[in-house]
């Protein structure tokens, strides 16, 4: 599984719709239920999962499915 | 013209003023104070011929969206009770869709027999049983609320205010009714969730004021870390609500925005905004500060905070709920505390042993029996302070009393609770505590 389906896959679970709704461009505005509660949820579940820690600065960027997973990708990448 | 509903007469006087200007933002959508006004007569159309009259209650699903404006001020025109319900909940509300607005004739008639006194809103408290209770407010209650709040917080026609607060609600909803009864403008956002989209709709709009909850800082500090600071000569007012702040997230607030009046109220559901205090008062911040205006009288009976003002509820709707809520004319709000000489407000302690989960308020009896009926013998669930929603639920599972694990209790728990009432914490417990009359005792387990 690529590092963009598992984090699919962790935010469809937590936001609790089927993985193939989730709509990995959209912004997390678009997305029911992506509530500042959930967003906690996500930050800390994909930080355990993938066992990193997201750079302080960077969090205000991640707005989607995909710059959640692209930030995942290059914290990988420098590890 | 409403002369029953001065909150009515109030915006229908700003669109008076300045029918060009708009009231409110929704996304793409503008909507300008006589596009309001029209469609506050035409929802209130739709709800007559619904059948509704004055006296009835709708139940109104209140979400972020410009058409609950419409129907919540539909309803007040014609007396028709707004019982607000949590979208988020399920529960079965008033289906109507914006096109049946749209196609009405605007109701254009004077309400007869119609008085400020009229119960015009109703509310759900959390409770700290499991049965939520129904605040009934009347016309004269839910202007002064608003207008109480405006005043201190010193809101005028020149605000452009992002509402992101939840409106069913009193802390939100009163944000936008005491907007738009000051001819200014409100942004509508469905949630923090996104705090780059709220700095960009701030930067948008120039927007100058809002409202947040302790929890809603300290998750816009996380994502964001200071940037919030570059708004700092923009951001007029901020108030906040719903729970208490620690003293150095108050320091920290101030620091960021030097120059922004930074209020922080006090009150429940029943009573509305009681106290106010701002953060620049600096030698008062272990206050909730003073009564939020003259009209609010309030003191401390047997070391119960109690309240007596223009905002103060009619009452409850049940009568039961009634029996102990008032004491000489003053609601009783639970809370331990006491009137300092100068009129400062000092709480002691928090009768009331509500949970607040990122501002939403959870009921720890609630939670209590959501696990005893997974099949838990007892259980008792106190706060547990967390670093960015401020609390979250700690579950002490009696001991010896279920065969189900920790695990199996949150992965049930998940199932059935939505996320913010499920315990974050499990840990086992000899014995529950509980006091003389067998009654809980979750102050002694508490930050533990």
């Known amino acids: 599984m690529t590092i963009l389906e598992e984090t699919k896959e962790i935010i469809a679970s937590i936001l609790k719709m089927p993985v193939e709704q989730l709509d990995v461009e959209a912004e997390m505005t678009d997305i029911e239920g992506w509530d500042s509660l959930r967003n906690v949820m ?16 960077d969090i205000f ?11 995942i990708e290059k914290i990988k990448e420098t590890d | 013209m409403y002369s029953y509903s001065p909150l009515l007469q109030a915006v229908f006087r700003a669109c008076e003023r300045h029918p060009d200007k708009i009231a409110i933002i929704a996304g793409k959508e503008e909507i300008s104070y006589s596009l309001l006004c029209l469609n506050i007569k035409k929802a209130a159309a739709l709800i007559h011929s619904k059948g509704f009259k004055a006296g009835d209650t709708i139940m109104l699903s209140a979400v972020k969206e410009p058409h609950f404006i419409y129907m919540d001020f539909g309803a007040q025109l014609l007396g028709v009770i707004d019982e607000m319900i949590d979208p988020d909940t399920g529960t079965e509300a008033f ?19 119609l008085k400020e006194t009229d119960v015009i809103e109703i509310l759900h408290t959390t409770g700290t049983t499991s049965r939520p209770k129904s605040v009934c407010l009347s016309h004269y209650n839910i202007f002064w609320a608003a207008k109480n709040t405006s005043d201190f917080v010193q809101n005028d026609e020149e605000d452009i205010e992002v ?48 409202g947040m909850a ?58 509305n905004r009681t106290c106010m205090i701002e953060y620049h008062d600096t030698a008062h911040l272990d206050s909730v500060g003073k009564p939020i205006a003259d009209n609010v009288k309030i003191k401390s009976i047997d070391g119960e905070i109690c309240v007596h003002g223009n905002q103060t509820m009619v009452g409850y709707l049940d009568p039961e709920d009634n029996k102990d ?35 939403k308020k959870v009921s720890p009896v609630e939670v209590e029996e959501a696990i005893c009926n997974l099949g838990v013998g007892d259980c008792i669930c106190v706060s547990h302070p967390h670093e960015m929603l401020g609390e979250t639920v700690k579950a002490y599972i009696l001991k010896g009393s279920t065969e189900l694990t920790f695990e199996q209790i949150d992965e049930k728990m998940k199932e059935t609770q939505p996320p913010y009432k499920c315990p974050t914490l499990y840990e086992w417990i000899d014995e529950i505590p509980v006091n003389s009359l067998g009654k809980k005792q979750r102050r002694v387990l508490m930050g533990k």
């Open chain 1, 42 to 57: 996500i930050l800390s579940q994909l930080e355990e999962h993938f066992d990193i820690m997201f750079p302080p600065d």
């Open chain 1, 61 to 71: 960027d991640l707005t989607s499915v995909k710059a959640f997973a692209e930030e």
């Open chain 2, 95 to 113: 289906k109507y869709q914006l096109e049946e607005i749209d196609a009405m004739t605007p109701f254009e008639e004077e309400p007869k027999g």
């Open chain 2, 163 to 210: 509402v992101v607060m939840p409106i069913c609600h009193a802390f939100g909803l009163r944000r936008v009714h005491l907007t738009l009864m000051n001819g200014a403008t409100v942004v509508l956002l469905p949630n923090f969730a996104n705090v780059q989209l709220l700095f960009k709709t701030i930067e948008k709009y120039h927007v100058t004021t809002f």
């Open chain 2, 214 to 271: 302790p929890a809603a800082w300290a998750y816009v500090k996380k994502i964001s870390g200071t940037r919030i600071s570059k708004f700092a000569n923009q951001l007029r007012h901020i108030e906040f609500g719903t729970a208490a702040m620690p003293l150095a997230g108050k320091m920290e607030v101030v620091e960021l925005l030097p120059n922004t009046r930074i209020c922080h109220n006090y009150g429940l559901t029943e009573s």
């Open chain 2, 325 to 359: 809520a008032f004491i000489d004319g003053f609601f009783r709000t639970g809370d331990c505390g006491y009137v300092s000489d100068d009129g400062y407000v000092y709480l002691t302690g928090r009768a009331k042993e509500m949970i607040s989960v990122g501002g």
